[in-house]
């Protein structure tokens, strides 16, 4: 950890740092492969430390191996990565091999720190300070009761200003989850719960704080988080209920941003011919009217007085599992899924709900191929935004996720 005054040395260590954009359109989020001799250099400084970042700490001849680089130039690699004050050597192996023992090499994931910020909640922005690991150190949480536009953008400010104020390290960026949704830019086009249209968020936090900012839709953030703390593999499909309904697209290991930046928002697609409740978009029977957080406790609120309240509850989440299995499964078909996890309330989406959706899933996708999908609930619980958002200033900055 460091002194006070930190942020000061981080800025310009912080600036021998590649420089990339956290999923840019088509990039795969980690680098796997050598690449030509003019790229080579930053390509395979990402390799080093994704091994690491995966891996934890090995020797620099392990890294050799499993990066397919030569001694050489790991070691040229590591000795520049290890003057950023990124590597660090933590000791000798202990298990004894012959010959010289081997020392070993981790990041250090203490060296910076990351704000991250989920504006997703209706009632609360939570903030976070988090390190290289994505454990939170700090957290904060502005209540913000119904605060839209300029004034919600203010709330913003003076909760990453509370959280800078205790930043103990280099500070490596901002990483923001907003509602609604953001173009590669990190332009808010629009997220209708804060009215906010075409704000540019990106650029007016790294003009106001001077440090490196990346904003993103916060299902994305979420699919980020699953990735790189969450067991995923490199196809993945996040699906977030909550106060709507949205999802995050991994494909090959790259983050799906879409034709209009909408890519995963499934919430106002109707499910079903059979009509439905009115949605706030205006059609009947979108996605979110069957289950959305809200929506989904008040119908069960109202079956508290049913005659058998259980079974009434049981019928309710069913539904809407089903519901959500409908929408699903041309998906599932279409990309041949391997995985898609919820995150939401466990108590609306485990037992019934989960069961439901991916009973009639398979009901609708083809055995042969579809029938190993795993569908299952986030371990990430509420902070997945919270470390999504970390995870995007890692990638936008250092290359690996
Ligand atoms: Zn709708």
Redesign the pocket.
């Known amino acids: 950890m460091t002194q006070p005054g930190g942020t000061g040395v981080a800025r310009s260590r912080a600036s021998f740092l590649s420089q990339r954009i956290a999923g840019s359109a088509g990039r795969p989020l980690r680098p796997n492969a050598k690449v030509l001799p003019e790229h080579a250099r930053g390509h395979n400084r990402a390799l080093v430390l994704q091994t690491l970042f995966t891996a934890g700490q090995q020797s620099r001849a392990d890294v050799a191996r499993s990066t397919g680089l030569t001694r050489v130039t790991v070691s040229d690699l590591v000795t520049e990565l290890m003057a950023e004050a990124l590597l660090v050597e933590t000791g000798q192996r202990d298990v004894p091999r012959p010959g010289k023992p081997a020392i070993l090499l981790d990041i250090d994931r203490s060296a910076f720190q990351i704000v991250g910020i989920d504006l997703s909640d209706s009632e609360v922005f939570r903030g976070a300070v988090l390190d290289l690991g994505g454990t939170i150190l700090r957290r904060v949480e502005l209540a913000i009761a119904g605060t839209v536009g300029e004034a919600a953008l203010e709330q913003l400010f003076s909760l990453i200003e509370s959280l800078l104020a205790t930043v103990t390290a280099p500070l490596l960026g901002i990483g923001v989850g907003s509602p609604g949704i953001v173009d590669l830019a990190g332009t808010v086009v629009s997220a209708p719960n804060l009215h906010w249209t075409g704000l540019p968020l990106r650029a007016e936090l790294s003009e106001r704080f001077g440090v490196p900012v990346v904003v993103a839709n916060d299902a994305n953030a979420a699919v980020l988080a699953e990735h790189s703390y969450g067991d995923a593999q490199g196809d993945l499909m996040l699906v977030r209920v909550g106060r709507g309904v949205g999802a995050g697209l991994l494909l090959g290991g790259t983050l799906l941003h879409g034709s209009r930046f909408a890519a995963g928002e499934i919430?106002?697609v109707v499910v079903g011919t059979d009509g439905g409740e009115l949605?706030?978009?205006g059609?009947h029977g979108?996605l979110?009217?069957w289950l959305a957080a809200p929506r989904l406790e008040a119908k069960l609120g109202e079956a508290k007085r049913d005659p058998d309240p259980a079974a009434s509850r049981t019928i309710i989440l069913r539904e809407a599992g089903t519901r959500l299995g409908i929408a699903l499964a041309p998906i599932v078909g279409a990309l041949n899924l391997g995985e898609v996890v919820l995150s939401g309330p466990d108590s609306l989406l485990g037992g019934s709900f989960i069961a439901a959706a991916l009973e009639t899933i398979r009901g609708r996708t083809m055995d042969r191929f579809h029938g190993g999908l795993a569908l299952r609930l986030s371990t990430l619980g509420d902070d997945i935004v919270l470390r999504g958002a970390a995870v995007m200033v890692i990638s936008s900055r250092l290359g690996v996720s």
């Open positions: 919430g106002h949605c706030s978009c059609k979108c979110e009217t």
